[in-house]
């Protein structure tokens, strides 16, 4: 074993590409979720290239004499998202079943939100919070604005071809609990979010429709996201915004912080087509 463990060191060290090394938590490997929390009996080293992940398992030490490393294969029997609050997984190797999207929404529901700002994302973001914010132009026209609410409310900026809503039926009401179920590189994550609060404003210059989504505990992040449309009367013209402020919460989040800044961006840049499309298209079909 021990042969073994220097043979995938030394061919990570062969490798054109340098590898990176990210130490977790001390915790679980239970179930068959990539990534588990919160039991101090393991750790866990990543050593990730190009093409491929192994994951070691190195167990706590007994005594002087006793230790063992444990190969985890890469292929789960059955992808398992929870058992108990604390041991949810939020980094999966392959895409969750309904039924369990399902169970790990019914245990979140009952949650607070992970982080104290709840509905700061209506005027700015709080101090040390970094930012995504993106913003633009569908058309004009009263009729482009109710398309654009209706594609709103049916949550299409979620139909980007790497995202997806879980579920797309949820009503836009404070409250709500969905799933946002993405797939990066391989690997699926799945992030509880509740809408913080709705946006319903309609005044003689402006008429503004939209809500936010907070994380709850089983989140890569902790911070708010605010989705709108807006309609400017005095020059008829729509907008599209996203506006964001978030945290990492997961550990690959704050070892990977530019990497999620990067797919933030990059969902914003997606959604704002997706609705775009969904508006062009007649809002909500």
């Keep these: 074993m021990k042969a073994t463990y220097r043979r995938v060191?030394?061919?990570?060290?062969?490798?054109?590409?340098?590898p990176k090394t990210l130490y977790l938590p001390r915790e679980p490997v239970t179930g068959d979720g990539l990534f588990p929390q919160q039991l101090p009996s393991l750790?866990?080293?990543i050593f990730s290239r190009s093409?491929?992940?192994v994951l070691v398992t190195l167990h706590r030490r007994q005594s002087s004499n006793s230790a063992g490393v444990q190969?985890?294969?890469?292929?789960?029997r059955e992808t398992t998202l929870l058992t108990q609050p604390s041991e949810v997984r939020v980094i999966l190797l392959r895409e969750p079943s309904d039924a369990q999207i399902e169970r790990f929404l019914d245990d979140q529901r009952s949650l607070p939100f992970s982080y104290p700002e709840v509905g700061a994302s209506r005027d700015g973001a709080p101090p040390g919070y970094p930012v995504n914010y993106y913003r633009g132009r569908l058309g004009a026209g009263l009729e482009t604005y109710m398309r654009a609410v209706e594609a709103i409310r049916g949550w299409k900026m979620y139909e980007?071809?790497?995202?997806?809503l879980c579920w797309p039926e949820a009503p836009i009401t404070e409250g709500t609990v969905v799933g946002i179920l993405s797939r990066h590189f391989g690997l699926w994550s799945l992030n509880a979010c509740r809408i913080a609060y709705v946006i319903e404003e309609e005044g003689p210059l402006l008429q503004r429709y939209g809500f936010a989504l907070g994380a709850l505990p089983a989140h890569m992040e902790r911070g708010e996201e605010r989705f709108t449309v807006e309609w400017h009367r005095a020059d008829d013209s729509v907008f599209y915004e996203v506006f964001s402020f978030a945290r990492p919460a997961h550990p690959l989040a704050k070892a990977g912080?530019?990497?999620v800044r990067l797919i933030q961006r990059r969902f914003a840049a997606a959604?704002?087509?997706?609705?775009?499309?969904?508006v062009e298209g007649g809002g909500n079909r």
């Design 51 to 53: 093409r491929f992940v």
């Design 71 to 76: 190969f985890r294969s890469s292929t789960p």
């Design 160 to 164: 980007t071809g790497w995202t997806k």
């Design 271 to 278: 959604s704002m087509r997706s609705i775009a499309a969904a």
């Design 9 to 18: 060191r030394q061919g990570i060290a062969d490798s054109k590409r340098a």
């Design 257 to 259: 912080s530019p990497f």
């Design 43 to 45: 750790r866990a080293k």
